[in-house]
């Protein structure tokens, strides 16, 4: 806690010669609040305030921010309050016709130097993640249970309508199997070493209705399955839907407020998506598809 509390001090101070203020009152708000709150202020509370700043520069006028007090007199929370005063009106809290950029960098990096700090969410917070995570997954089942037949339409047109081509240079290079299946460097759902997944001889059947396994894995997924383990196998499991192994849920850090939710794919899916990630860029970059959508609203009737 002290080495955090005394960089931000440090930097408060530096940062107010440059901007020719005062932060002493700010420095001693923060060194109560963190003694008080824990480094959730410093990693939540401050990085939140840095975000709302940022949302008053975007709309041009300073909103209520529940975690700072405003001032009696104007409209501006106390805290932080030298550096405000040289971005937005003290009275009104309107942007300034001329603000100090120097103390616009100023309060970007004193609320939001801590935002991203490497340390493990409490139990409580990595227990929140993951119910809605499930809950995100619930919308997204019922969402698709409410699909009409209309809204798939519409979606569709307006897919062949965007990316339309790419996907004819797409399907053109999988009907002639013009794709390069490959392993990628992350974690699978069955925990497998880089090596080892070059062994697995597991194939899903939703997979093997599109890209065949005997197709897709024999002059790669094979052939270095025989040169790590130096024997070569035949057999391969078919999994039904009810079969396949199941994503993993995983925690990766993000920030104090919330970690990552990731789920790490099996590696037959992976492998495959490697491939149709590696079709996809080359037509994005050969039909040059950036610059046609940004000029796409040029294109569009009023």
Not at 142 to 150: H, K, P, R, T, W
Not at 164 to 193: V, W, Y
Not at 238 to 256: A, D, S, W, Y
């Amino acid at each position: 806690m002290k080495s955090p509390m005394s960089l931000w001090s440090r930097l408060a101070q530096e940062c107010a010669n440059l901007c020719y203020t005062s932060a002493t009152e700010d420095i001693n708000t923060f060194l109560r609040r963190s003694e008080h709150e824990g480094l959730s202020f410093m990693t939540i509370t401050l990085p939140d305030f840095g975000k709302a700043i940022r949302k008053w520069l975007d709309q041009g006028q300073v909103d209520i921010n529940q975690s700072f007090s405003n001032g009696r007199k104007g409209g501006l929370p106390l805290f932080l309050g030298g550096f405000l005063s040289r971005v937005f009106d003290r009275n009104s809290g309107a942007l300034l016709d001329d603000p100090c950029i120097d103390s616009i960098i100023a309060l970007q990096q004193l609320t939001l130097m801590f935002g991203k700090i490497e340390l493990d969410c409490s139990k409580k917070r990595q227990a929140q993640a993951i119910r809605r995570f499930l809950e995100c997954e619930q919308e997204v089942r019922q969402f698709d249970a409410n699909l009409q037949e209309s809204d798939l339409e519409d979606f569709s047109n307006m897919s062949n309508l965007l990316f339309g081509d790419l996907f004819s240079q797409m399907e053109l290079k999988l009907q002639e199997g013009q794709i390069l299946p490959k392993h990628g460097p992350g974690a699978t759902a069955e925990k497998l070493t880089s090596n080892g997944r070059y062994k697995q001889q597991t194939w899903t059947s939703r997979l093997q209705k599109i890209f065949r396994f005997s197709e897709f894995t024999n002059a790669n997924f094979l052939s270095m399955m025989y040169s790590y383990t130096h024997e070569w196998s035949d057999g391969v499991t078919f999994l039904e839907p009810g079969q396949e192994v199941p994503v993993r849920v995983h925690l990766v850090p993000k920030t104090m407020k919330t970690p990552r939710v990731i789920a790490i794919e099996p590696a037959c899916m992976q492998y495959m998506q490697q491939a149709v990630l590696g079709v996809f860029l080359e037509c994005f970059k050969r039909d040059n598809l950036l610059s046609k959508l940004i000029g796409f609203d040029d294109q569009v009737p009023n």
